[in-house]
């Protein structure tokens, strides 16, 4: 409950913050913006810049890194996952399956992982890309 009031909090303060930035005209237009940048959310087109910090990320796969016996490897890999958010924001799920995630293990995260936490961990990937658009 607490989380959607903070995430409506959120949405509302980056609604104020997209009429100021584009009412002043001193970086463009929000066509012009646009037209640079594609068509995104306010808040993914942030966390794309800033990234996510290390400490949310590792919060959002907490339920994973505490309630697993993770070997080596499949500590890597989620390393790799909580750094790359923290440079890039958000990772398309399709990802897990290219360079650098099939650098840990050729199959990414289905060679790792059973099927069960696999999902989950796309599932969560998706929850932060989710609250990257939705913020």
């Given amino acids: ?3 959607k009031v903070i995430a409506t909090a959120a949405k509302s303060d980056l609604v104020t ?3 100021m930035l584009f009412a ?7 066509e012009e913006f646009i037209k640079v940048y594609g068509e995104q959310p306010l808040g993914k087109f942030i966390r794309s810049i800033l990234g996510l910090e290390v400490q949310a990320a590792k919060l959002a796969f907490a339920e994973i890194l505490n309630n697993q ?3 080596s490897v499949q ?3 989620m390393d790799t996952i909580i750094n790359f958010l923290n440079v890039k924001g958000i990772i398309e799920p399709s990802m897990l399956f ?3 995630f099939i650098d840990i293990n050729s199959n990414g995260v289905a060679g790792l992982f059973e ?3 696999a999902s989950k961990i796309i ?3 998706e929850t932060i890309n989710h609250n990257a658009e939705a913020a």
């Fill in 98 to 100: 290219e360079t650098p």
């Fill in 115 to 117: 099927d069960q936490i």
């Fill in 24 to 30: 002043q005209g001193t970086i463009g237009t929000k």
């Fill in 1 to 3: 409950m607490i989380q």
């Fill in 75 to 77: 500590i890597r890999f």
């Fill in 123 to 125: 599932s969560l990937i």
């Fill in 69 to 71: 016996t993770l070997n």
């Fill in 17 to 19: 913050f997209e009429e």
